[in-house]
């Protein structure tokens, strides 16, 4: 008994690890997708150096996001990929077809609607968009981290500048 015991928790242990490293692989594509309309965005918005360094820190709990433009260059790029709507809400089923696009599976794909909706929710009261969207990034982000789903943002990087 104590065998079969060991056994199974340990095929547990690997199907966890096993789904993270999926969710933490789906994460890599879908930030990587999201990174893809930057340019754009850095054009329109006349967006200089920090926003970028931002961006490429943002997966890092430590890293203090403080920049009202990176709020603004996360709208605009939602926005380009119709991840949220007119009024400025997220776009449940554009967002949740977004990170299927990219490798996640249904059930990730819904896990990241629920936490950026729980997000939003939690910061609709502020006013600025731009400091809204920052704020909303950073409850996410500390939700993907708990989660242990969070990509590696230099590999990222790296594929999203050689695709530029």
Not at 105 to 117: D, T
Request: aromatic residues 6%; contains cysteine.
């Amino acid at each position: 008994m104590a065998r079969f015991s060991i056994l199974f928790s340990l095929v547990i242990i690997a199907v966890t690890v096993k789904e993270i490293e999926l969710s933490s692989d789906a994460m890599k594509a879908i930030t990587s997708g999201f990174l893809k309309v930057l340019e754009q965005c850095k054009q329109e918005l006349n967006l200089q150096g920090h926003v970028i360094s931002d961006l490429y820190h943002y997966w890092k709990e430590d890293y203090s996001l403080l920049n009202r433009d990176t709020g603004c260059a996360i709208i605009c790029m939602s926005k380009k990929l119709d991840l949220i709507d007119a009024s400025g809400k997220l776009h449940h089923g554009n967002t949740a077809e977004f990170a299927a696009k990219h490798g996640a599976a249904s059930e990730v794909a819904s896990k990241l609607v629920e936490i950026l909706h729980a997000c939003e929710k939690t910061h609709d009261a502020i006013e600025d968009d731009c400091m809204r969207a920052l704020e909303i990034a950073k409850c996410f982000r500390t939700d993907i981290n708990q989660l242990n789903w969070t990509p590696k943002m230099d590999v990222i990087i790296t594929e999203v500048l050689t695709e530029m």
